[in-house]
């Protein structure tokens, strides 16, 4: 009896020192990676699209609903989200994990903030004064009119579809109701559109943008609201007059995804984009109109020695 389990724990400590990694083979079903409807998140689908191919695995593109996904991901329609934004899909992501059936698959080493702000040129050029503190905009709503806000100052949000009526429920706990109005933008390309005429004009301009993104690289500033506060949010019970949180960037998987494809897994498990790593995949297609696809090329040629260390 003595002897036995001596020999046993001899042979376990054996087996530790000298097995590397050895992995169960992937299946060769497609994992379904998601594209959503902005520049980076769609670039690093194909990005990590790409590293699981060198790694012999069958992938598939699903275009998605960026709120539905989680639910998606829960019942293995999905396999995974790359860019779960804190702010934006924090709460649909912990909504579906608690039902059962996602995992976090870890945190990206970006940072994020997806918040209204507006040009450095607003700023530096004081359009309107004391920016960017919130404060400051109930007195200049006319520097931020357009032809469609009925005199009021607009705050162009992005597409209906990230967040609801986040920002005009926030417009009003802030009592600015009455000076300004939200537009919903039917797409990112439509405010960079919107950003550059305004550039051109040396207009104002308040809009919804995030961090990372490619106008990082060109001093966007974000504009200061009330802090964040677990529960501040009219959703979470709280008059929703905060700004948005100094977020995290998560990965997430359905839960069968490292019994499936363990070495694919263990992969998206270790991968981490920087800041500056994510504005460079929006920037190749925003700065540089890069298909998405020929972006992600460019950027696995480009830093082989990134991701190489994510399937080691
Ligand atoms: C979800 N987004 C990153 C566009 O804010």
Redesign the pocket.
Known sequence: MVKKSLKLGVALAASIAFTAPVFAKDSSKPIKIPTHN?SS?VVMAYVIGGIFESMGNNVEYVSSD?QAVYEAIRNGDVTLSH?V?Q???GASFYNAMAKGGVIDAGTHEAATL?EMGVPGYVIENNLCPGLPNWEALKNCPEVFATPDSGGKGRWLE?PQS?HGDLMPVRLEALGLGDKYTVKFAGS?DAIWAELASAKKENRGIIT?N?SPNFTDADGFVFLEFPEFKPGCRKADGGDGSCGSPKGWLKKAANYQFPKTHPAAYTAFSKLSFSTKQIGQMAALVDVDKLSHQDAAKKWLADNEAVWKAFVE
Do not use: D
């Open positions: 902005w998140q960026s860019e934004w702010s934006t899909f997806e992005g990230w990112a919804f995030w």
